[in-house]
């Protein structure tokens, strides 16, 4: 269950070792802009020494590596995909052929390895105007897509306009990559509220970006992984009511009727089905009910 990424620069073992405490369902490793130039060689070595030797627990560790229009990508995944990370952030990628050659580079250095196949994913970062326009091929480009993640600092700066804490310069962009990622079936990830200090913006953004149908939400600072997490989690209100959809279910099947309705409104597949995903995600938050 990922509702909440939370960034960590790759340079800085004092926060890393700490990121199985922050709260966060997965960290993300950051060896591209967190990381001064000078410092790329260091932050690959310390990644690789905290993915070789410490425990994450049950928080996910995805390592951004560095843009394929840089020499540092490829020393990335050489030093970071012998410690069979689950999942690797390219960033600035804009088209299909972006993930197709980071995902050759990856199947050879895995089949040099003795890895499984499609064991590592991706998580494409899209951050450019014309990474938005093809989001769904991005999405589609390879089974190892597991998620693409919307960039809106890089994004806004493309597009050149101004980033604000409303977001309206952003919503197309919001709206094209939830389409492209439910239509390739994969989760989708909104990008950070930047100012820390604003706990009901935070509040305000993830409900905003959840409503469109975002699984979930990076974040850059501690300060607002419990905000995403509880925005990005049912409610108790949510799971009784889909554990009462799904009893009314089995109960019309056993009666045999074909039409039923709860609470005066008829339960049709999407309402069906938007329970399932909130019991099976309550489940997986140990929400479920008790038996």
């Known amino acids: 269950m990922r509702r909440s990424m939370l960034f960590l620069p790759g340079n800085t073992p004092n926060i890393i070792v700490n990121g199985e405490i922050l ?67 390219p960033p600035k990628v804009s088209c299909a052929d972006d993930v197709k050659q980071i995902d050759a580079y990856i199947t050879e250095l895995e089949e040099k390895l003795g890895l499984e196949n499609n064991s590592v994913g991706l ?11 093809n989001a769904f091929q991005i999405a589609s480009a390879s089974k ?69 149908g975002f699984t979930g939400k990076a974040a850059i600072s501690p300060r607002h992984v419990k905000g995403i997490n509880e925005v990005f989690s049912p409610t108790k209100q949510d ?22 309705a709860l609470r005066g409104k008829m339960i049709d597949a999407p309402i069906v089905m938007r329970a399932e995903q909130t019991i099976a995600m309550a489940e997986a938050l140990g929400m479920g009910r008790s038996v």
């Not at 998580?123 to 326009?133: F, Q, S, V």
């Not at 604000?164 to 990008?191: F, L, P, Q, S, W």
Request: hydrophobic content about 40%; proline content about 4%.
């Open 239 to 260: 799971i009784d009511y889909a554990y009462e959809v799904m009893e009314t279910i089995r109960f019309a099947k056993e009666q045999g009727k074909g039409a039923v």
């Open 23 to 89: 709260g966060a369902d997965s960290v993300i490793l950051d060896l591209e802009d967190a990381v001064a130039p000078a410092e790329k060689d260091s932050a690959r070595i310390l990644v690789r020494n905290a993915l070789k030797y410490m425990g994450f627990g049950k928080c996910e560790v995805i390592v951004r590596i560095n843009s394929i229009d840089t020499p540092e990508w490829k020393k990335d995944l050489d030093t970071i995909i012998p410690q069979k990370p689950g999942m690797i952030m």
């Open 123 to 133: 998580i494409p970062l899209i951050e450019t105007a014309l990474g938005i326009e």
């Open 144 to 212: 190892r897509v597991r998620a693409i993640f919307l960039g809106g600092e890089d994004l806004t700066a493309d597009l050149r306009c101004k980033r604000t804490k409303e977001g309206n310069e952003i919503h197309y962009a919001r709206c094209r990559m939830v389409c492209a990622a439910r239509a390739a079936n994969v989760d989708v990830y909104d990008t950070p509220f930047t100012d820390v200090n604003d706990d009901e913006g935070l509040y305000t953004d993830a409900q905003y970006a959840k409503s469109l």
